[in-house]
């Protein structure tokens, strides 16, 4: 295919990879950076020699947070740590009143609906076509719970209709990122909870993960995973019942999984430095290229996933015999194109496929 303009930001950014090529697979779990290798290998050197920083450490995750904080558009007071986006829709979950209503997708990531689905209290899990979301949310919902890009398909809701409609009923939202910060633009403010594992298109270790809350859910959200992290000042935080827990978003924090956090810094500075704009053009180019040359319809909204029926399997077994890493989901094909792929990735899978 015909070379793509990439800015001197990208080919930069690019350039901190040292893998990448064959690699379709950012949608199951992202690459390392050079920085993030380096810091993680420079840790486990100091601890094996004795000499684990805990103030390192503790650093790590105010960095990360902030960063992340900044890839969406808010303040890190607002940025709560974790590990797991099924444990941050579970406390978004104790924040509903008993019987709630709660619309999802069909055929949403489970670690989205699960909490929901057994939080007990008679909460009630109904869900919708993605395309009729919006549509679906009527007087009475208490909440909508739906992933930015859907994991099985690649397909990118329309959020702005979700939010106005859940706006108009007085509904919560709660949107899991995990599959769109790193390539599609997000502005967190406009949701009441955003939750994002990193470990796929930030491509940080995996075992760090982010909740955003508006002041509306976090007044109403009770901090069930409380533990010494969310002490406000976690150090002190360590024994007992009386504990004095922080007064913004920090009262939500998990303990984190340190050597995780120092391997997220840096690549969450990486993607912080770049511009939303440019990398998403980067991956949708890539994946509108690929969708061409397979005569896919391009989706509604571009999408830097791509999917296509594959019931058996056959598809993604040419890719992994041609050496791509690629995936299936739900009895399709899945590629992802990310940053540190180039129009060499879109022909080098074509060819496999035999386009």
């Not at 090529?21 to 992202?30: Q, S, W």
């Not at 503790?58 to 709560?80: D, N």
């Not at 056959?314 to 180039?342: K, Y």
Request: charged fraction near 20%.
């Amino acid at each position: 295919m015909p070379a793509l303009a990439h800015s001197p930001a990208i080919d930069a950014a690019r350039r901190e990879f040292a893998g990448g090529r064959d690699y379709l697979a950012a949608c199951t779990v992202g690459l390392p950076p050079r920085a993030t290798r380096e810091a993680v290998l420079a840790d486990l050197d100091a601890s094996a020699s004795g000499r684990p920083d805990l103030a390192a450490y503790g650093a790590a995750v105010e960095r990360s947070r902030g960063l992340f904080g900044s890839l969406v558009g808010i303040g890190a007071e607002r940025v709560a740590i974790g590990s797991q986006t099924s444990v941050a829709a579970a406390t978004v979950a104790s924040a509903l009143p008993d019987g709630a209503d709660v619309l999802v997708p069909e055929g949403e990531f489970s670690s989205v609906v699960l909490p929901f689905v057994h939080a007990g209290r008679g909460i009630r899990v109904r869900t919708a076509p993605l395309r009729d979301l919006a549509e679906s949310v009527r007087p009475g919902t208490a909440l909508v719970a739906f992933s930015l890009v859907q994991s099985a398909t690649g397909e990118v809701a329309d959020a702005a209709a979700v939010v106005a409609a859940a706006a108009a009923c007085d509904a919560l939202t709660l949107c899991d990122a995990t599959q769109a910060v790193g390539w599609l633009p997000v502005e967190a403010s406009v949701f009441d909870a955003v939750v994002c594992h990193a470990y796929k298109w930030l491509c940080a270790p995996r075992g760090v993960s982010f909740l955003t809350v508006s002041e509306r859910l976090a007044a109403q959200m009770p901090p069930i995973h409380a533990g010494w992290y969310a002490g406000d000042d976690p150090w002190t935080s360590c024994y007992g019942g009386e504990v004095r827990l922080a007064p913004d978003a920090r009262r939500f924090d998990v303990s984190p999984a340190w050597q995780a956090f120092v391997g997220a810094a840096p690549a969450l500075e990486l993607f912080a430095g770049l511009e939303p704009s440019e990398l998403h053009a980067h991956a949708t180019g890539l994946a509108s290229a690929f969708r061409r040359g397979l005569g896919l319809a391009e989706p509604e909204r571009a999408s830097a996933i791509v999917t296509w029926d594959d019931p058996e399997g056959c598809e993604l077994a040419r890719l992994t015999a041609a050496g791509i890493t690629a995936s299936g989901r739900s009895g399709r094909a899945r590629v992802a194109f990310h940053i540190f792929n180039d129009e060499d990735d879109v022909d080098l899978a074509l060819a496999a496929l035999g386009h």
